[in-house]
């Protein structure tokens, strides 16, 4: 008899997942993920979704989430995923006021925050060697690289994940499709990267077209709109609080003096289903 799989399809500003339950026990072990991940996401002949999210038992926290890419890789980290996590558990009252979740970019904090989620990601590692930048030294911030002959001027950001962010003029200049590989595969990054097309409105807001490492173009990013916010400080554009207006919906992202970034936004539930494992 063909093995039926129970799934939660939640979404986050836009940026969707296929989330499934493995705390009791874990319905995909001996599954190889990377190759479910390629099909449950696929939005024709599977489920669809910017990732397969797993959320687990952890040893070292109160839960563990890992989160498979669209093309089977494995994410460190993924903003929005935390928060739809965070909805799942406070929904079925598996959590009260805080969570500690366990990734593989390190224990996030995450609380309810009005009709939303708040959630601690850390602080962001700024230095070229740390994201990792390859023929750059120490900050990576307005610097040159040429990119399908053309040159832009990059600020690089790890959120756990490695970032490009590009601010721009115009946004509506921006081949997304041909320019976001161009830089994702870009040899400067050897763990490829997220890319990040800015347009400043204000010292509070920013317009942002993601390039998401693994997935392509998305609605939203979560740690991309961190990494935003963190790269418009540096170069004396943006305040340290500001919204995030992506494709999917907006994400509130307050850089702290105590250097942890705080990323706050919604999460929904959008329909619960099952599917045959293969």
Partial sequence: ???????????????????????????????????????LCDRHFGIGGDGLV????SASADFRMRIMNPDGSEAEMCGN???????????????????????LAGVKIIEAAGQGYSVNMGKPALDASEIPVIGYEGRVVS?????????????????GNPHCVIFVDALDEIVLDKLG????????????????????LGRDKVRVLVWERAAGVTLACGTGACATLVAGVLNGLLDRKATIHLPGGDLLIQWLESGEVLMTGPAEEVFRGEIALE
């Fill in 181 to 200: 590989p161009a830089v994702e595969t870009h040899p400067a990054f050897p763990k490829r990267t997220n890319v990040e097309f800015a347009k400043v």
């Fill in 1 to 39: 008899m063909c093995q039926k799989l129970e799934f939660i399809k939640t979404q986050g500003a836009g940026n969707d997942f296929v989330l499934v339950d493995c705390l009791s026990h874990n319905p995909l072990e001996g599954q190889d993920l990377g190759k479910l991940a390629i099909r």
């Fill in 143 to 159: 610097r040159p690289l040429k990119v399908a002959d053309r040159e832009f001027d990059i600020t690089c950001v790890s959120m």
């Fill in 81 to 103: 995923a935390t928060r739809c996590v965070a909805k799942f558990l406070f929904d079925r009252g598996l959590a009260q006021k805080t969570i500690r979740l366990e990734t």
């Fill in 54 to 57: 797993l959320v687990l038992p």
